[in-house]
Antibody, heavy 122, light 108 residues
């Protein structure tokens, strides 16, 4: 069965960076794209960016451009999201989520990771 | 960016009753609309994609309808496990993928 298992909770100081991992299993990792979505306390879901796990292409939300980097390790079937220059407003639960894309179009997000709480506090 | 607006923000429903959740897009998203159920401490769960196609093993009491800019998620007879927050999300015109603000379905 498809599983996305994320790394554990993190506490970081303002200005630091955090790297969250998302280990995929139960499907062909390189046949899908992986997205990162976050949810701040009391807020809705916010898309951050994605990576084509097959060729490594990435695209980021303008809001996070320059601060977020999404990578993947195909041998480990793991995607990573690194967010730098952290501030208190980045305190949120961060999720990875899978999406299937062909050369013509992309479909819906389907499976999600369990979430990783990142707390930014001095 | 396409803005997704959900209403109501909170829906109080008794078990066994029908719940109707609305989602509006700021411009047409065709049928590229998904619904997710989210419970505290859990991963969001895909319910509906393509505006009306139920995800695998989803109970038939969940149904989705609409196209263009107006969408509805209906839960025909609420069960205890259905009390959660529900989000709509468009994947027609992105990046960015965008989500609605959510509807919390609570016990009346």
């Amino acid at each position: 069965q498809v599983q996305l298992v994320q790394s554990g909770a993190e506490v970081k100081k303002p200005g630091a960076s955090v790297k969250v991992s998302c280990k995929a299993s139960g499907y062909t990792f390189t046949s899908y794209t992986m997205h990162w979505v976050r949810q701040a306390p009391g807020q809705s879901l916010e898309w951050m960016g994605w990576i084509n796990a097959g060729n490594g292409d990435t695209k980021y939300s303008q809001k996070f451009q320059g601060r977020v980097t999404i990578t993947r390790d195909t041998s480990a079937t793991t995607a990573y999201m690194e967010l730098s220059s952290l501030r208190s407003e980045d305190t949120a639960v961060y999720y990875c989520a899978r999406m299937y894309c062909t050369s013509i179009r992309c479909y819906n997000l389907d499976y999600w990771g369990q979430g990783t709480l990142v707390t930014v506090s001095s | 960016e396409i803005v997704m607006t959900q209403s109501p923000a909170t829906l109080s429903v008794s078990p066994g009753e029908r719940a109707t959740l609305s989602c509006r897009a700021s411009q047409s998203v065709s049928s590229n609309l998904a619904w997710f159920q989210h419970k505290p401490g859990q991963a969001p769960r895909l319910l509906i994609y393509g505006a009306s196609t139920r995800a695998t093993d989803l109970p038939a009491r969940f149904s989705g309808s609409g196209s263009g800019t107006e969408f509805t998620l209906t839960i025909s007879s609420l069960q205890s496990e259905d009390f959660a927050v529900y989000y709509c999300q468009q994947y027609n015109n992105w990046p960015p993928l965008t989500f609605g603000g959510g509807t919390k379905v609570e016990i009346k």
